[in-house]
């Protein structure tokens, strides 16, 4: 009777292991999501920056096949969207510090 419950210990106890090491695969797995995401934010404004920095040099040197006045805008207008983008980003960083923050405190 007692080696049958020292094989049940040891089964439950290797269970326990295998469950542990399935919850610290996950938890691995979502961490890289996560940082794959943020890659992706990341990526998003880099692009978002280069199209302004292109469509100021653009603007710069008019072609004379569009007006300049519209290519100053456009230009403009993709600044602002990297700057709403950098801003989203830095924003979720600060959020993401916030909650980290609190969770340790608790």
Same mark, same amino acid.
């Given at each position: *009777?007692?080696? @049958?419950? *020292?094989?049940?210990?040891?089964?439950?106890? +290797?269970?326990?292991?295998?469950?542990? !090491? !399935?919850?610290?695969?996950a938890a691995? #797995?979502?961490?890289?999501?996560?940082?794959?995401?943020?890659?992706?934010?990341?990526?998003?404004?880099?692009?978002?920056?280069?199209?302004?920095? =292109?469509? !100021?040099?653009?603007?710069?040197?008019?072609?004379? =096949? &569009?007006?300049?006045?519209?290519?100053?805008? =456009?230009?403009?207008?993709? *600044?602002?969207?990297?700057?709403?983008l950098r #801003? &989203?980003?830095?924003?979720?960083? @600060? +959020?993401? +510090?916030?909650?980290?923050?609190?969770?340790?405190?608790?």
């Amino acid at each position: *009777a007692e080696c @049958v419950r *020292a094989l049940e210990e040891h089964a439950a106890a +290797a269970k326990a292991a295998e469950e542990a !090491a !399935a919850a610290a695969k996950a938890a691995e #797995e979502a961490k890289a999501a996560r940082e794959a995401a943020m890659d992706a934010e990341e990526l998003a404004v880099v692009r978002a920056e280069a199209k302004a920095a =292109r469509l !100021a040099a653009d603007a710069a040197r008019p072609d004379g =096949r &569009q007006p300049r006045a519209l290519m100053e805008l =456009r230009a403009e207008a993709a *600044a602002n969207e990297a700057e709403k983008l950098r #801003e &989203q980003l830095r924003a979720g960083r @600060v +959020a993401k +510090a916030a909650a980290s923050a609190a969770a340790q405190a608790a």
